[in-house]
């Protein structure tokens, strides 16, 4: 099980923009696909925010096009969800995660297959 450390949320305003950064404990460039999900408040499963393989082929949640990019620096071995244009709805914890689904609407695995996340809070 890959072990992963996100950070890079915060409090920002609607319309405004961030970008959390995903830190792994191999490399990245062994992983064939990784992800970003989120867990809105008071719902139980993780919502599949966006996923990238290791050629760089990307799907996002319907939701996010056109507003996030997920990306990945091999060489730093560091992902990336840059996120613009957020919306209060996008308010959640943030986690990211080597990827067995590249579409989709949820993630089913358990809370022991996932780190800490980082908190992602969009309001006036």
């Known amino acids: 099980q890959v072990q992963v450390v996100e950070s890079g949320g915060g409090l920002v305003q609607p319309g405004g923009s961030l970008r959390l950064s995903c830190s792994a404990s191999?490399?990245?460039?062994?992983?064939?696909?990784m992800g970003w999900y989120r867990q809105a408040p008071g719902k139980r499963q993780r919502e599949i925010v966006a996923?990238?393989?290791?050629?760089?082929?990307?799907n996002y949640a319907n939701s996010v096009k056109g507003r996030f990019t997920i990306s990945r620096d091999n060489a730093k071995n560091i992902m990336y969800l840059q996120m613009n244009s957020l919306k209060s709805e996008d308010t959640a914890v943030y986690y990211c995660?080597?990827?067995?689904?590249?579409?989709?609407?949820?993630?089913?695995?358990?809370?022991?297959?996932w780190g800490q996340g980082t908190q992602v809070t969009v309001s006036s």
């Open positions: 191999v490399s990245i460039s062994s992983i064939f696909a």
């Open positions: 995660n080597e990827a067995f689904v590249l579409t989709g609407d949820y993630d089913s695995r358990p809370p022991r297959y």
């Open positions: 996923t990238i393989t290791v050629g760089g082929s990307t």
